[in-house]
């Protein structure tokens, strides 16, 4: 994918919410991690956050963009419901910019512009994927950072195992972080009159 201009202001846009963290070390946090993956999957921010047309942000940029909004959703209910005190801003916001980061490695491109599941997405799933880059980033940038609160929101961000997640939110980080995925994702299939429950018939070809 060549949109560069688009990607580059997604890129622009998430260090701008990571530089709105409280703290200085809230702030470094967030930067490397943004910045790991700039340096690191630049097709981060030009890869969709789907396979299939009918699947949400499935356009040039979706994953940006679907992780711009889950930032900014959980960002502004955190601020809404007085949550300061139980979810740290970086946690917060390296779980949502982390969550759906596998997805660089489950999905791939065919020469004819579809785009596919890997092998690696059949393994070990998107959600494990991205636990293990952000490992990868914190270990490279050296981050003293308490990482498991980060890792069970990445882990839990499907909600349940029967929508893929090994483990349910146990934390206010990892509810959040569900609630704001699910809200970006079902209000993108809504707004193009996609009906999720009839996920089904898509897949069989009837709609698609
Ligand atoms: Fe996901
Ligand atoms: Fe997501």
Not at 16 to 32: G, N, V
Not at 56 to 65: D, E
Not at 99 to 115: E, N, S
Request: aromatic share 10%.
């Amino acid at each position: 994918m060549s949109q560069q201009p688009e990607a580059k202001a997604w890129i622009n846009y998430i260090y701008k919410l990571a530089e709105a963290a409280p703290t200085l070390d809230s702030h470094i946090a967030c930067e490397k991690g943004v910045g790991y993956l700039e340096a690191n999957y630049p097709s981060f921010f030009t890869y969709p956050a789907a396979t299939q047309s009918f699947g949400h942000h499935h356009t040039v940029c979706g994953l940006a963009q679907h992780t711009a909004e889950v930032i900014q959703i959980g960002l502004q209910t955190r601020a809404v419901l007085n949550l300061q005190h139980v979810i740290p801003y970086d946690e917060y916001f390296l779980a949502a910019l982390y969550h759906d980061a596998g997805k660089v490695k489950a999905y791939t491109q065919l020469p004819d512009g579809k785009w596919v599941k890997t092998q690696d997405s059949r393994w070990f799933h998107h959600i494990h994927l991205g636990v293990k880059i952000f490992e990868e980033m914190v270990a490279h940038e050296k981050l003293s950072y308490p990482t498991g609160a980060v890792q069970h929101a990445i882990m839990a961000h499907h909600g349940c195992r029967e929508w893929g997640s090994p483990v349910s939110p146990a934390t206010p980080s990892a509810q959040l972080l569900h609630q704001s995925d699910l809200m970006s994702a079902r209000m993108s299939d809504i707004v193009r009159g996609v009906d999720p429950l009839d996920y089904k018939n898509y897949k069989a070809g009837e709609k698609s």
